[in-house]
């Protein structure tokens, strides 16, 4: 099994960037594809982006896209994710996930169900 952990949230105004980080420990002797979804108080967890296992396919939900970008370093299992222009609907819980276990990858991804490895979350504040 894989652990994450995530780092780098905060507290920012409108208009601002924060850099999130995901790190992963255990089972690590194989590249995953790596998540990021989010969720805000009385909501469900939604999909923000992902990236493949090689780092060659981006997504992201049309939410953000053009403000996060999502990135990885190629020799770990770790993951970034940079966001620019933050407004106040950004505002969140942001968990890292891992490890894909559903059956379609195209469709899948955007799923949280279908990532058997989560972090325990990072807050991200956006203050209006």
């Known amino acids: 099994q894989v652990q994450l952990v995530e780092s780098g949230g905060g507290l920012v105004q409108t208009g601002g960037s924060l850099r999130l980080y995901c790190a992963a420990s255990?089972?690590?002797?194989?590249?995953?594809?790596m998540g990021w979804f989010r969720q805000a108080p009385g909501k469900e967890r939604e999909f923000v982006a992902v990236?493949?296992?090689?780092?060659?396919?981006?997504y992201y939900s049309d939410s953000v896209k053009g403000r996060f970008t999502i990135s990885r370093e190629s020799t770990k299992i770790r993951s970034f994710l940079q966001m620019n222009s933050l407004i106040p609907e950004d505002t969140a819980v942001y968990y890292c996930?891992?490890?894909?276990?559903?059956?379609?990858w195209g469709t899948g991804m955007f799923t949280a169900a279908n990532f058997a490895s989560w972090g325990q979350g990072t807050q991200v504040i956006v203050s209006s």
């Open positions: 255990g089972r690590t002797n194989r590249s995953y594809a």
């Open positions: 990236i493949s296992w090689d780092g060659d396919a981006t």
């Open positions: 996930a891992a490890n894909f276990i559903g059956k379609v």
